[in-house]
């Protein structure tokens, strides 16, 4: 499979300058691609096929005066922004035909210069490299200082160049990661799991242990509420207002990392303990729009669910996602009896069947597992427990004869 390894670039002065200049380059190529396809869409023409908006767009644009510049950059760079027009143009219209899962996708659109995310690839026919000192070498941009947290598996295939929102330039290489190799690094284990998602512990498991919910953004709160403010007071367009909108982004960048850290740890730790995991398919977007919605994207159970996700297929890990409406909070985990709604500040109940104290997390946890289908000892026979007597005051008609009732 396929995964992308990012790492943090410090480009000198010169190189942010090359940057900014490519960045702008694939902007103009993609509006020109999008422009090309309107005009052609308004007029009642065919949609121009890639080989011909390369050749308007890039070869014959370069000789213009209008366009000379383009030449500046590599010529990788412009290609690859008219094959991201290209697939965004593709995903739209299978979005339409509804042969693309996922939420509707609109018409793409032209980008901006003051856009603050920007970004460019290089593929292997661009001839960039890793010098022998560790340096990213980029054609026409230079050798540029990567921080390397850790080192890459095998030889990338493409390197994407990343401006984020907050100033900050990364590197993220795609990498075709080895099964063999992966099997081996994952330690052998028999053991399952279950996960109960939540807002006052982000995850209880179904052994019993409950992991707090950190709450970066509630932390970060009065932080960016000053940096928000300063912002608010700023003239719009001047030079103060673009410090003060660092300041914000920086902010919000440090919450998104920090939990984004969170999430990677956790998911790391449960795919190398568990051989099966099983979680509830939560309904995120319904969630987010209720009372709970800054709590809700403050969990970041999506990230950490599409975490698992991908962990465990690299791993070679099975991973359960159950139904949203499986009642894993009404139902005991000892006899199986569904015991009804319940709201939300009833964190512990009783089972008026079995008469089981459970904790609501933790039951649920249980549930998860069981509904997973990877509940089963060790010899493979399930836990899930059989048929219980009913209690004495359930059986019959609650003590009345079942002989003659019309009586």
Partial sequence: MQLRYTFRLYPDAGQQVALARAFGCARVVFNDCVRAREDARRAGRPFPTAGELSTRLITEAKRTVERSWLCEVSAVV??????????????????????????????????????????????????WNITDTGRLNLPKIGAVKVKWSRTLPATPTSVTVVKDSAG??????????DPAADAARMPESDQSIGIDLGLTHFAVLSTGEKIDSPRFLRRAEKKLKKAQKDLSRKQKGSKNREKSRLK??????????????????????????????????????????????????????????????????????????????????????????????????????????????????????????????????????????????????????HGFPTANRAA
Avoid at 104 to 117: C, E, I, N, Y
Avoid at 168 to 177: C, Y
């Fill in 78 to 127: 412009l290609q690859q922004s008219l094959r991201d027009a290209e697939t965004a143009y593709r995903n739209f219209f299978a979005s339409l035909k509804g042969t693309r899962k996922g939420p509707k996708l609109g018409a793409p659109r032209f980008k901006s210069r003051k856009d603050t995310r920007q970004s460019i690839r290089f593929t292997a026919n661009a001839r």
């Fill in 248 to 397: 914000v982004a920086r902010a919000h960048a440090q919450v998104t990392d920090a939990r984004k850290e969170f999430h990677h740890q956790l998911s790391t730790r449960l795919i190398s303990e568990n051989q099966g995991i099983a979680v509830e398919d939560l309904s995120v977007a319904g969630l987010a729009r209720t009372w709970l919605a800054k709590s809700v994207h403050d969990a970041g159970w999506t990230a950490f669910v599409t975490m698992l996700e991908y962990k465990a297929e690299r791993y070679g890990r099975t991973l359960v996602k159950i139904g949203r409406y499986e009642p894993t909070s009404q139902v005991c985990s000892t006899c199986g009896v569904k015991d009804g709604p319940k709201p939300l500040h009833i964190r512990e109940w009783t089972c008026t069947a079995c008469g089981t104290l459970h904790d609501r997390d933790h039951n649920a946890a249980l549930n998860v597992k069981q509904a997973a289908g990877l509940a089963v000892t060790a010899c493979g026979a399930p836990v899930r427990p059989g048929a219980i007597p009913a209690q004495r005051e359930e059986t019959g008609s």
């Fill in 168 to 177: 900050r330039f990364f590197a993220s290489f795609v990498i075709d990661t």
